[in-house]
């Protein structure tokens, strides 16, 4: 192997490396689906033109709603009324193709010609259907009914008159001003006016918005704020699903303001932390964000589902096949009996009803004669098509989604959020998975920062190498007695401690004391005080939005640098003891195009000081050129060892300000952010003002804790066949380490590194690494398609967004895709949002093989969507992945579970479910057709009507469902001990075209066996339809139902009690319509249960029909045998030999939390 | 209902939601897993054969040991002189339809001996005609009237009243009938009875009584009695349970005495159901029976044959287990571990 390793050293040369960044491009953040996302941008560019905006008139909901009215507050999640639900119930049924064919079906036999089945009878089944379903639909949306009662019915305090009142939630208008009270929920969606807070800031949880629960701070206007009396016109975008986003203007006293999404609270957000809110509604009920939002689940159709809709095209074909040998034989034996139709006893064509006229009777001609030949044996073999199968399968997969919801195992204490099913049709895609694509923050890595080192005027500070004990240094200040404390404790460094304290004397403190001022400044942090136990001891608890600004707020407060307090004006720190005050004289906030922040602040002495921070690509085009040079380079060093161990680093950096230079920036800021439209460009432009020519005044690395159990997973995931891919956003240096730490790389992998600033480039070492990677892969012996498994030399891609920018939608795809399928391993690091969904689409599109997307962030909202399954992190970083998303997990590694062990039942399950299924209406169908051939083709049924239609409902339904949710090939313990059982899903083991044909080829010699058993025997015999249709109806239940037990893998007591217990109520049932003296087939069961003949045929039919399928069985698994029976063996003795010696094996991987 | 209280409900709520441990939600019930191992199949096979060959031999002694007569007399009953106008015949009411065909019994007949015909060619199944009866009418006086299904035999032509019973089946009703005489003196058969006594009970009426039955111009079989109350006349109600498939028996009577061996039986037959028109066969048949019925060696060779061929599958596998077996459950046998692919 090391032979390998070393050969890959030597090839890198060959590889190019780019460390310039400036090729990077820029590219927006994406935010929420892909829809709200385009229309913010576009929204920014346009200027808001008259027709696409609302006008509010503030405190005049009167003349708002003049000209148009618009909606009001009351929301309605129910969707039907007491006079609409019919109509719509039934509407929405019927988009299911299933029941339309059910229709079809009922309305053919309702024609008096092809009145093969009692009217009744026909119909029932799809009664049945919709009845349940209504029945499910009318408690659900009972629910919804009552809870938007609640929801309307709550009180809001609404300006009325100059005085404020209390109005329900539902008549609340757009216009009216409205009052909130700290921890109050937001009635709609208001645009701030004032609030208690003199600075006019407001803060706000979103949390039942985005799941963030962090606060966030609104503004109000100043030209508003604390006034008295409210008047003014806000022009603002017509309602819109963008939360993260709002474009307006307000008209107050003849000045013209801009408003942001900072200006406007959204319905369901809650105030807190201030005492008073005062606002007015501009979008109401049905038209606030939090209402456009709230879409349903995305619908997938699973693979499975797709592969058995094929099949049913076939039995389709089988069906048209069969109806049109009957209506052929039918047409034949018409055209040979043409002249003795007319007396025939049993035909008798003519009628002499009417005086003197001989007419035919219910005779069409010939060719009308076999077209209804031809509907009725639709009519008659119509379960052919498994309609069945498709609420069978609903509820069966129901039944999984409950176990996936209630399994401990993947239960996240920390975050108390169980697993969610929230797509509900694609459970068994999970054992099929081929590809998983992995965001890496907050998904492979918990997303909780830890400050760890610091790289201050090229001096580096490293709190964990000299120290491992960590010391932990709780830096408090006594505030009016009181003494605050901030809740997270940091380990630091006690040198630089030392240094920091030192204050101001040297240069060196003067420096330290820059560095940590910018920390602690150049934030959004807000900081909260709670309450201890001890009275006298607060808390400070900083909220933030960005979980690296916490813990660089809480690192600087571990040196002495506590942020207390911030208002949009001005910022109090406390620095070693020292309260001081800065003016907030501008904010530019973190965008992913500049990749920074920056921050102007106001000394107590008036000098001006702009305080920046970003990511090092971006922060080393900015400083001034002329700087010291060496401590850049020192710097960079110190940078690149933090990424290469993993560490998220920041680069720190500072100017003074003169009056001009401030001057000049206040005026363009003032412009930009008043500007109408293209605010952001402007803004960005402004920042350039400000946020050039910067210092170096160091930089911080932030460690990402890997989340628990992510390296076992990734191993168990390698093992089980699946390829992971991580896609971050990170630096290359900083994914490859992650890689290492979790495992995803070993150093037996070779690399190839590709990172191409043009398209040339691209391709060349495309080609280079293609070869290359054939190289290695046939030199090392057998190139094994089972993948983890294989012994030959593993090739890890890594791969970065730039290079991802030349070779996406470009002819280089398919090499890539080349190349990326022989490698083991494929990091993508610095792409963007949506070159993830590319990447996953690079796969989708060129294989069949399943891909999954996990992630965490609003940044993997578009891969989630893209890949045939998505699944959330419900953790860190918000909803909106969640949202997103087919499943929800609290943690990485609980894809071990849902995938091995849930994945590989819902899987072999459904599978074996569908096959069933085909075999067992298939079955009846034949067995119905058999005997179509002796009743000339005029499509009697020997078994009676009732019999056929409660085939499908009583006589063989539930077995099968049950089956279905509860049987297990392989327990737990076994599929986390051999990770390869999972390939048996990625094989299309349980389901497949050998098995549907060898299933079919089964169903016909079973329908034989059933058919001419007792065909032969009673052949020129006494018998009568209603007493052979008893027997064969006995013969199809029993052998069917057997069938089943014959599968059956895991007994529990309820899969005993379907099983006998539908034999059981065949029986019942059957001696119930045999009671019935209206029907032709009176008392048939009572006599022929009576002769000898028809328990020996029974018994006979069962045992003949099951033999060849016994054979097959026992020799395919005893002398064939695959992995999942040999574990199947290995489980049922090795748990006896456990029982004997009395004791439990351990496993290699246990990651299952202990209950 | 439970996938939606989890999306709905709060995240914020800090209560514990973990999953109540049961055994049955963590999919942990105690389970019996039964696997195909050698000897259970083995058994399963050798018990089947076992079973089976017994069976099989009881059953085909059964049907050897019923006595059965059959005669065709479609044709024989045929004067050569209409061999090829057979429908005039049979429509003519001025032919004598009378027939008579000597039989000497070949072996002892034990009573009861039961006297069935049997037609050919005649879809009893079929669907015009299984549906041409009127159930409630046939049960229940009142009624009487309801016709539904029994066109075009339902009501009379001229005055519109109701035929009982109606329907097509009713009105195709088998007319031939069969006296048998032994040395000049007729043997009495018994034609009570031969229906089922259910039907009797419930699904004829005993208060409802044949009316208006074959007199339309057209007639399809035998007339009723209209003084014999339905659930009183058997050969209507035998007719009636209209026959699974295209050649059947129907019971006609039983012969309750012995007959022996060389018994000369004359059998006069009037010959008055028109079976020519499509060809359909009639026949005579004389049967005595078993437990499991009459005549009939299918069953029991089918059973010899699966019995055989279990026998033969369970001695296979006992060899093929003898020269190969497979340890259960030897983890050595896994994909992965029976080809490391790749190792040097």
């Known amino acids: 192997m090391s032979i390998h390793s ?74 039907y009324s007491v006079l609409t639900f019919i109509p719509r119930n039934l509407f929405e049924q019927f988009h299911r193709v299933a029941y339309v064919y059910f229709l079809i079906i009922a309305i053919l036999n309702q024609l008096p010609q092809l009145a093969v089945f009692g009217r009744g009878v026909s119909i029932l089944p799809l009664t049945f259907v919709l009845f349940v379903t209504a029945v499910k639909d009318v408690y659900e949306d009972w629910r919804r009914h009552k809870s938007d009662r609640v929801e309307n019915n709550r009180l809001a305090s609404v300006l009325v008159d100059g005085k404020f009142e209390e109005k329900k939630w539902r008549d609340v208008r757009v216009g009216e001003v409205i009052r909130i009270k700290a921890n109050e929920p937001i009635p709609c969606d208001i645009v701030l006016l004032s609030t ?58 003849g000045k013209k303001l801009s408003l942001g999404s900072s200006n406007i609270v959204l319905r369901g957000c809650e105030l807190k932390n201030t005492s008073l809110a005062i606002g007015v509604a501009v979008y109401c009920g049905s038209e606030t964000k939090a209402m456009l939002n709230s879409s349903g689940a995305p619908s997938k159709r699973s693979r499975l589902e797709t592969r058995m809709n094929f099949e049913i095209i076939w039995l389709s074909f089988f069906l048209v096949a069969l109806c049109t040998v009957t209506s052929v034989c039918a047409a034949v034996w018409l055209k040979r009996h043409k002249d003795e139709l007319n007396l025939l006893p049993y035909y008798r064509k003519l009628d002499f009803s009417e005086e003197g006229e001989v007419e035919n009777y219910k005779y069409y001609g010939w060719g009308l004669e076999i077209l209804f030949t031809f509907l009725m044996s639709v009519i008659v073999f119509q379960v052919m098509i498994p309609i069945s199968l498709y609420i069978s399968m609903e509820l069966v997969r129901v039944g999984q989604a409950y176990f996936m919801i209630r399994d401990n195992r993947m239960y996240d204490e920390e975050t108390k959020s169980r697993f969610q099913c929230r797509a509900l049709n694609i459970n068994e895609d999970l054992g099929q998975i081929k590809y998983v694509f992995s965001d890496k923050t907050g998904t492979l890595t918990q ?134 005050k800065f003016n907030v004289l501008g904010l530019h906030e973190f965008d992913s195009d500049r990749k920074r922040m920056s921050v102007i602040l106001g000394y107590p002495d008036s000098s001006v000081k702009v305080f920046v921070k970003g990511a090092d690509t971006s922060m080393l085009n900015v400083i001034d050129k002329s700087f010291n040079m060496d401590l850049v380079r020192a710097t960079e060093a110190h940078l690149h060892s933090y990424s290469s161990m993993g560490l998220r680093t920041l680069v720190i950096g500072t100017r003074d300000l003169n009056a001009s230079e401030f001057e000049k920036w206040h005026s363009a800021f003032e412009a930009a952010s008043t500007a109408v439209f293209g605010r952001a460009a402007l803004l960005r432009r402004v920042s350039s003002i400000v946020e050039s020519s910067l210092s170096v005044l160091g930089a911080s690395a932030i460690e990402d804790k890997l989340q628990q159990g992510v390296p076992e997973s990734i191993e168990s995931l390698r093992i089980a066949g699946i390829k992971v891919w991580v896609l971050t956003g990170d630096k290359q240096e900083t994914a490859i380490s992650i890689g290492y730490s979790s495992k995803l790389l070993t150093s037996r992998m070779t690399q190839i590194i590709i990172n191409s600033k043009t398209r040339e480039s691209c391709r060349k070492s495309l080609e280079d690494a293609l070869v290359m990677s054939k190289k290695l892969l046939s030199s090392s012996g057998v190139a094994n398609d089972a993948g983890g498994s294989s012994d030959a030399t593993p090739v890890a891609l890594i791969i970065d967004g730039t290079s991802l920018v030349h070779i996406l939608d470009s002819e280089l795809e398919e090499q890539l895709f080349q190349l ?162 999972y390939g048996a899903g990625q094989r299309h083991e349980a389901y497949n075209k050998k098995l549907f044909v060898w299933t079919m080829l089964d169903t016909l010699w079973q329908s034989l066996v059933i058919f001419w058993a007792p065909l032969f025997a009673y052949w020129s015999s006494t018998v009568d339809v209603a007493s052979i249709g008893d027997l064969w109806t006995f013969g199809v239940v029993i052998l069917v139902n057997l069938h089943l037990a014959m599968d059956v893998i895991r007994w529990y007591w309820l899969t005993h009690v379907v099983i006998w217990g539908s034999i059981v109520a065949t029986f019942i049932s059957v001696m119930i319509i045999d009671a019935i003296p209206n029907l032709p087939g009176y008392w048939a069961f009572f006599h022929v249960a009576g002769t000898g003949l028809f328990w020996l045929l029974l018994l006979g039919i069962v045992i003949a029909a099951l033999l060849p399928r016994l054979v097959v069985k026992f020799v395919y698994q005893y002398y064939f045998p695959n992995d999942i029976q040999i574990c199947r063996e290995a489980e049922k003795i090795g748990y006896e030999r456990v029982v004997e010696s009395g004791q439990i094996e351990m496993l290699p991987i246990s990651d299952n939390p202990p209950r | ?223 009723l009695n209209e003084s014999i109350p339905l659930s009183q006349q058997e050969d209507l109600i035998v007719w009636m349970r209209s026959a699974a498939l295209p050649t059947f028996r129907k019971l006609y009577g039983k012969i309750e005495t012995d007959l022996e061996m060389n018994d000369e039986i004359e059998i006069v037959i009037e010959n008055n159901y028109n079976t020519y028109l499509f060809g359909g066969r009639k026949r005579l048949v004389f049967s005595t029976t078993t437990l499991i019925g009459g005549k009939n060696p299918f069953v029991g060779t089918a059973y010899l044959i699966v019995g055989g061929l279990s026998l033969f599958c369970a001695i296979t596998f006992i060899l093929l287990y003898v020269i190969k077996p497979r340890p259960l459950g030897d983890p050595s046998y896994l994909s992965w571990n029976r080809n490391p692919g790749g190792i040097k």
């Open chain 1, 6 to 79: 070393s050969g890959s050293r030597s090839n890198n040369s060959i590889l190019e490396v780019s460390l310039s960044r400036s090729g990077s491009k820029a590219r927006p953040v994406r935010y929420g689906s892909k829809g709200a996302d385009s229309e913010g941008l576009s929204m920014s560019q346009r200027e808001l033109r008259d027709e696409d905006a609302r006008l509010v008139y503030i405190n005049d909901p009167g003349k708002t709603n003049e000209t148009f009215e618009f909606g009001g507050n009351s929301i309605r999640t129910s969707k």
């Open chain 1, 196 to 253: 208690s807070d003199p600075t006019g800031v407001a803060y706000v949880q979103t949390i039942n918005l985005d799941g963030e629960s962090n606060l966030k701070t609104r503004y109000a206007k100043q030209e508003t704020h604390g006034k008295e009396g409210f008047g003014g016109v806000i022009k603002c975008e017509k309602p819109n699903r963008n939360i993260y986003g709002f474009l307006a203007n307000m008209e107050v006293d």
């Open chain 1, 447 to 580: 997303n909780k920062m830890e400050f760890q080192c610091a790289s201050i005027w090229g001096v580096d500070y490293n709190s964990t190498k000299d120290n491992m004990e960590g010391e932990q240094v709780e830096h408090s200040v006594e505030v009016d007695g009181k003494v605050i404390r901030p809740k997270m404790k940091v380990k630091v460094n006690p040198e630089l401690l030392q240094l920091s304290r030192s204050g101001l004397q040297n240069v060196e403190g003067k420096r330290i004391h820059d560095f940590f001022l910018a920390l602690a400044t150049c934030n959004t942090i807000v900081p909260l005080l709670v309450d201890t136990p001890d009275p006298d001891v607060k808390l400070i608890d900083y909220q933030g939005e960005s979980p690296d600004e916490q813990a660089l707020a809480y690192a600087a407060a571990a040196y002495g640098f506590m942020l207390i307090e911030r208002t949009s004006g001005h910022i109090i720190l406390d620095i070693h003891g020292e309260r001081q």
């Open chain 1, 820 to 981: 990326a399928s022989r490698c083991s391993v494929v990091l993508c690091c610095r792409v963007a949002p949506l070159q993830k969904a590319g990447i996953v689409a690079l796969v989708k599109n060129r294989t069949s093989d399943m891909t999954l997307a996990i992630g965490d962030g609003a940044n993997d909202v578009s891969m989630i969507q893209m890949a045939d399954v998505g699944v959330g992190i419900s953790g860190q970083e918000g909803r909106q992945a969640v949202m997103a998303s087919d499943f929800a997990m609290g943690q990485f590694r609980f894809l071990v579970p849902l995938l091995l062990i849930h994945g590989h039942w819902n899987y072999q399950r459904l599978g074996y479910m569908i096959l069933y299924n085909f075999y067992r209406n298939a079955v009846l169908v034949l067995v119905l057709f058999w005997y179509v051939l002796f009743t000339a083709f005029t499509l009697t049924t020997a078994i009676n009507e009732w019999s056929t239609t409660l085939y499908s409902i009583i006589y063989s339904s539930l077995p099968t469902i049950i089956v279905g949710i509860l049987d297990k090939d392989l327990g737990r313990r076994t599929l986390l001990k051999y990770p390869q059982l």
């Open chain 2, 1 to 223: 209902m439970d996938i939606k209280d989890e999306e709905s409900a709060p995240s914020s709520k800090k209560a514990s939601k973990k999953p109540i441990y049961t055994q049955f939600s963590q999919q942990d019930l105690p389970a019996w897993k039964p696997i195909l191992t050698p000897g259970w199949v083995i058994a399963t096979f050798s018990v089947v054969g076992i079973l089976y060959i017994p069976i099989g031999l009881l059953t085909l002694f059964a049907s050897e040991s019923v006595e059965e007569a059959i005669f065709r007399y479609d044709d024989r009953c045929l004067p050569p002189s209409y061999a090829h106008n057979a429908n005039s015949y049979i429509q003519s009411d001025d032919t004598n339809k009378t027939c008579t065909i000597k039989w000497t019994v070949e072996h002892e007949m034990e009573a009861p001996i039961y006297i069935y015909y049997q037609l050919d060619n005649y879809y009893q199944n079929h669907r015009r005609y299984v549906k041409s009866r009127n159930d409630m009418q046939l049960r229940n006086k009142a009624a009487e009237g309801d016709l539904g299904n029994c066109f075009p035999e339902d009501k009379t032509t001229d005055t519109n009243q109701p035929i009982v019973p109606c329907g097509l089946i009713a009105w195709s009703l088998f007319n031939d009938t069969y006296r048998f005489l032994t040395s000049n003196k007729d043997l009495t058969v018994n034609k009570k009875n031969i229906a089922w006594g259910s039907d009797q009970r419930s699904k004829f009426g005993s208060n409802v009584y044949p009316k208006n039955f074959q007199s339309r111009d057209l007639i399809g079989g035998a007339k």
